[in-house]
T-cell receptor, first 113, second 113 residues
Framework: ETGVTQSPTHLIKTRGQQVTLRCSSQSGHNTVSWYQQALGQGPQFIFQYYREEENGRGNFPPRFSGLQFPNYSSELNVNALELDDSALYLC????????????FGPGTRLTVL | QKEVEQNSGPLSVPEGAIASLNCTYSDRGSQSFFWYRQYSGKSPELIMSIYSNGDKEDGRFTAQLNKASQYVSLLIRDSQPSDSATYLCAVNEPGGGSYIPTFGRGTSLIVHP
């Protein structure tokens, strides 16, 4: 059974640029959630995708957008990067819609200069 | 503003002792409650979930929920140095017609030999 994977591991961008982060869900999982974790803070929910549809969104501006593909992998896109977007971005997959029994990937560390 | 509050610690306990971690939440409509463990530089890992008032035990871990007091706790018996990590409390709170996960900022636990 393959766990949740994310790419890239680390990324450095400059303010104003755009970035795409990728996540492959655990085998058999049809739900993917994205979180932002700033240093010393808990993860903040960005949004969830269930069977290719957005299924809930946290308090993030529209420049944070996402996609889920038929194989249930997912992308997080962030436009017009700001310095405060520097964080660890975590993807979590689950077998069912909702937030029970989530399995997190290793994360992507984004630094915005 | 909905909040999940945890003492950031560090909480330091000797090996073999009971570690007690606490969490309070602000929204009385909250449902599912979770404890995650996060080692430094790693992603969160689910260790306990609890949905109804009372205690739930799993090995050395016991989760306790008191909805009237809006309080959830985690007890770790026979603490080991390998339990040293940050423990995140997560609560599914009502939002946008559904439930949205809100994490506390975590409590750092240090178990010393």
């Amino acid at each position: 059974e393959t766990g949740v994977t994310q790419s890239p591991t680390h990324l450095i961008k400059t303010r104003g640029q755009q970035v795409t982060l990728r996540c492959s869900s655990q085998s058999g999982h049809n739900t993917v959630s994205w979180y932002q974790q700033a240093l010393g803070q808990g993860p903040q929910f960005i949004f969830q995708y269930y069977r290719e549809e957005e299924n809930g969104r946290g308090n993030f501006p529209p420049r944070f957008s996402g996609l889920q593909f038929p194989n249930y992998s997912s992308e997080l896109n962030v436009n017009a990067l700001e310095l405060d977007d520097s964080a660890l971005y975590l993807c979590a997959s689950s077998l069912h819609q909702g937030f029970d029994e989530q399995f997190f990937g290793p994360g992507t560390r984004l630094t915005v200069l | 503003q909905k909040e999940v509050e945890q003492n950031s610690g560090p909480l330091s306990v000797p090996e073999g002792a009971i570690a007690s971690l606490n969490c309070t939440y602000s929204d009385r409509g909250s449902q599912s409650f979770f404890w995650y463990r996060q080692y430094s530089g790693k992603s969160p890992e689910l260790i306990m979930s609890i949905y109804s008032n009372g205690d739930k035990e799993d090995g050395r871990f016991t989760a306790q929920l008191n909805k009237a007091s809006q309080y959830v706790s985690l007890l770790i018996r026979d603490s080991q140095p390998s339990d040293s990590a940050t423990y995140l409390c997560a609560v599914n709170e009502p939002g946008g017609g559904s439930y949205i996960p809100t994490f506390g900022r975590g409590t750092s636990l240090i178990v010393h030999p």
